[in-house]
Nanobody, 125 residues
């Protein structure tokens, strides 16, 4: 079992930066791949970024490539998402997710078994 809690959301102007953090509990965190998704009302959950159990491989959605960076610290059981050059279209609820096995990054939400409660990110123009 993995429990996930996101933090760091908020409001920022376009062009600004925000950093999200996801704190995980559960003894098996280190063997799970992790990802960030986002969702706006009426739309499906969208893959943002993911990384393997040791952070050796990362993968990004096309809309955030070059602006967002995902990382993890297995010693602290945390996953982070650094978001730069934010745009109004990045406004969404951001979710942290975990799946096993940890050597595969999936981009579909239904492939992830564990989810946080979400944190709101609002980018004003």
């Amino acid at each position: 079992q993995v429990q996930l809690v996101e933090s760091g959301g908020g409001m920022v102007q376009a062009g600004g930066s925000l950093s999200l953090s996801c704190a995980a509990s559960g003894r098996t965190f280190n063997d799970h791949s992790m990802a960030w998704f986002r969702q706006t009302p009426g739309k499906e959950r969208e893959f943002v970024a993911g990384l393997t159990w040791n952070g050796g491989r990362t993968f990004y959605g096309d809309s955030v490539k070059g602006r967002f960076t995902i990382s993890r610290d297995n010693a602290k059981n945390t996953v982070s998402l650094q978001m730069n050059s934010l745009k109004p279209e990045d406004t969404a609820v951001y979710y942290c997710a975990a799946r096993f096995p940890g050597h595969i990054i999936e981009t579909r939400a239904y492939d992830y078994a564990y989810w946080g409660q979400g944190t709101q990110v609002t980018v004003s123009s």
